[in-house]
C-alpha cells in the first residue's frame, strides 16, 4: 500500500516506515495518525510482513512532536479526542503481534518522544535528542507520555524531564533506559534491521506471545489486559505455545542438537 505521510520499503520481511513530512520536523498532523493506523492494520494483515522499523525522514527529526499548527485553535472536546485519537494509534503499535522498533534519528519530541515509546524498543543515532516540552505550550503530554515514560525512566526523571521540557541526548537517554543502544547516523538502520533479522529467526507465536505478557505487566488499563494479571497471562500463553508447531520444532532440534527452522505455526 503506499501512504500519503508515510514512505514505507519492505525488504527480507522487515517494514521501514519512514514519516515523512521533513519540511515540518515529521510533526503528526491527523494523516499521518491515520497512516500509521492503516499501515498497522497492513502490517497485521499481510503474511510477507514479519516486523517493522518506524523512523524520520531526513537528517535533524525522527518526529519532532504533534502538529502544534493543527490543534492551536481546538477547544477541550477537540483536544480530547485528539488525545483519545494518539492513544489509540500508539496502542495498536504497542500491542502489535510482530515486533516494531523505533530507529530514532534526529529529534524526538512531544508526541514523537511518545511514538518511540509505544515502539517495543528503541535505537537511536549518537545525534538524537529526546524530550516532553509540552509544558513550554501550556500542556501536557496527550499521547501516553505520562505513562509511558515514568514506565521506562521512573517516576523521579519522568517527573524532572516533564515539569523542566529539559531535552536529553542520546547517552542520557541511554543510561535512564528510555533507549537500548546508541549507534553512528549512518548505521541506525543497519543495526536495526540486524536486531529485527534476529528476532525474525525466532518462533513469530512466541514473540508475539512475549509482547502481550509484557505489555500487561507495564499498562494497567482492564480495556487491554482482559482482566487477567501479568501471571496468569503468562501462565496460559505459555501453554499455547505447547500447541504450536514450532514449540516441537524448537525443543526437538535442541534435542538433535541442530538450528530450529521455525514456521510461524
Ligand atoms: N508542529 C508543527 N510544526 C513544527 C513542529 C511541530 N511540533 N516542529 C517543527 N515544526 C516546523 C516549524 O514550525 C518549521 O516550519 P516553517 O519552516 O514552516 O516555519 C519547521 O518545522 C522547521 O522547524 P524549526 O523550528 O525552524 O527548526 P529548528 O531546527 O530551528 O528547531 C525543533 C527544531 C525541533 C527544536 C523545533 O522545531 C521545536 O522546538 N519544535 C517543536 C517541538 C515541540 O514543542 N513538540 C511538542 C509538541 S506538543
Redesign the pocket.
Known amino acids: 500500500m503506499t501512504y500519503g505521510t508515510l514512505l514505507t520499503n519492505l525488504e527480507n520481511g522487515i517494514l521501514t516506515i519512514t514519516v515523512n513530512?521533513p519540511?515540518?520536523?515529521?510533526?503528526?498532523?491527523r494523516e499521518v495518525f491515520n497512516d500509521l493506523d492503516n499501515v498497522m492494520d497492513e502490517i497485521t494483515t499481510n503474511a510477507e510482513i514479519k516486523s517493522a522499523i518506524i523512523t524520520g525522514s531526513g537528517a535533524?527529526?525522527f518526529?519532532?512532536?504533534?502538529?502544534?499548527?493543527?490543534?492551536a485553535d481546538y477547544n477541550k472536546e477537540e483536544a480530547m479526542a485528539l488525545a483519545k485519537r494518539g492513544q489509540d494509534v500508539f496502542f495498536k503499535i504497542e500491542n502489535s503481534k510482530k515486533p516494531v522498533i523505533a530507529a530514532v534519528n534526529?529529534?524526538a519530541?512531544?508526541?514523537?518522544c511518545e511514538l518511540a515509546m509505544a515502539c517495543h524498543f528503541r535505537i537511536c543515532s549518537e545525534n538524537a535528542?529526546f524530550?516532553?516540552?509540552?509544558v513550554?505550550?501550556g500542556?501536557i503530554?496527550?499521547y501516553g507520555g505520562t505513562q509511558r515514560l515514568t514506565q521506562l525512566v521512573g517516576k523521579g526523571k519522568s517527573m524532572e524531564l516533564q515539569m523542566t521540557?529539559r531535552?536529553i541526548d542520546a547517552n542520557e537517554a541511554l543510561a535512564c533506559g528510555l533507549v537500548n543502544q546508541v549507534c553512528s547516523t549512518e548505521s541506525l538502520l543497519e543495526r536495526t534491521r540486524e536486531i529485527l533479522t534476529t528476532i525474525q529467526s525466532k518462533a513469530p507465536i512466541a514473540i508475539g506471545k512475549i509482547i502481550e505478557c509484557i505489555n500487561i505487566a507495564v499498562v494497567s488499563d482492564s480495556a487491554y489486559t482482559n482482566g487477567k494479571t501479568g501471571f496468569e497471562k503468562e501462565i496460559e500463553s505459555f501453554g499455547d505455545c505447547f500447541n504450536t508447531s514450532d514449540m516441537k520444532e524448537g525443543t526437538t532440534a535442541f534435542l538433535e542438537k541442530r538450528k530450529a527452522v521455525f514456521t510461524g505455526k
Open positions: 513530512r519540511d515540518k520536523m515529521n510533526a503528526l498532523n535533524k527529526a518526529v519532532a512532536g504533534a502538529d502544534i499548527a493543527e490543534f534526529g529529534f519530541l512531544g508526541g514523537g535528542k524530550g516532553q516540552p509540552e513550554n505550550l500542556l503530554p496527550g521540557a531535552m
